[in-house]
């Protein structure tokens, strides 16, 4: 049989030229604005990639080209990144978030779903396990 040839998908979600910190310094949840810049930070360190803002609201840090076992489409995308969302902090490290099963055991409290980690405020989770976290998806993956 032959093998489906991949297309470049087009999606709505891009990289800007916007600047990250004035994004999170607009953050009017004084908590949420200080996690942000402290998940900054660590995903910066341990990607070694400067941060770019993806449409108006998703911090990622390195490219990657995914593509879908299904469809065969292949998309551009962050290695790792968040959004300061209303609700939550989301994080995006990893496409199958049930790798980190033995981390998340022992993370704190958190929710995950498609394929992200939910966190309320960084002070209910240990840093050094979600660090480990961010290390491990990193390890995986493979900058563009």
């Not at 299904?70 to 790792?80: A, H, N, P, T």
């Amino acid at each position: 049989m032959a093998e489906k040839k991949s297309k470049l998908a087009e999606i709505k979600t891009k990289p800007t030229a916007a600047s990250v910190a004035e994004f999170i310094g607009g953050i009017e949840d004084e908590i949420k604005r200080k996690d942000s810049f402290i998940l900054l930070e660590m995903m910066k360190k341990a990607s070694g990639e400067e941060p770019v803002l993806w449409g108006n609201s998703i911090i990622g840090f390195g490219n990657k080209r995914y593509k879908s076992e299904r469809s065969g489409r292949e998309v551009d995308w962050f290695l790792i990144g968040f959004s300061p969302r209303k609700a939550n902090l989301s994080l995006y490290i990893s496409v199958a978030i049930e790798e980190h099963a033995d981390a998340l055991k022992i993370l704190g409290k958190h929710k995950t779903g498609g394929g992200c980690l939910y966190i309320n405020r960084l002070d209910d989770v240990d840093l050094n396990v979600l660090m480990g976290m961010i290390n491990t998806a990193l390890s995986k993956k493979q900058i563009l």
